[in-house]
């Protein structure tokens, strides 16, 4: 079991996970460099350099993961919400989901099977 704290307001599908990692997104024409704040199984929130032109188009880039193509689901300024397909364009919902453990925080960090 994981040590996350997952955020899930009210009417949401999926837990968030805060995670932190680089991440460009094509939305339309426009590519954005900038990071994925939080994740789940349903999508992302990214926080981009420049102020984001909503399209309906557009193309996820993660590190370790084949692109993704996915819906722009909002937009505020410099925030976005991604929503990814119910097809991952070849990847499996197993191996996004090893991506995003992989990535989240631990509160247990320092304790090794020693305890150290």
């Not at 995670?19 to 999508?43: D, H, K, L, T």
């Not at 929130?45 to 993660?62: A, F, G, W």
């Amino acid at each position: 079991m994981s040590a996350y704290s997952p955020i899930k307001p009210a009417g949401r599908r999926f837990d968030r996970r805060p995670i932190r990692c680089p991440a460009r997104v094509m939305i339309g024409r426009r590519q954005y460099a900038g990071f994925v704040e939080n994740a789940s199984e349903g999508g992302v929130k990214i926080c981009t350099h420049s102020t984001i032109v909503p399209h309906e188009k557009v193309v996820l880039h993660l590190p370790d993961l084949p692109p993704i193509r996915a819906q722009l689901r909002w937009s505020t300024g410099h925030e976005a919400g991604i929503a990814f397909p119910f097809e991952l364009g070849g990847m499996s919902l197993d191996r996004l989901m090893d991506w995003l453990e992989a990535r989240t925080p631990r509160n247990d960090l320092g304790s090794g099977p020693s305890g150290v």
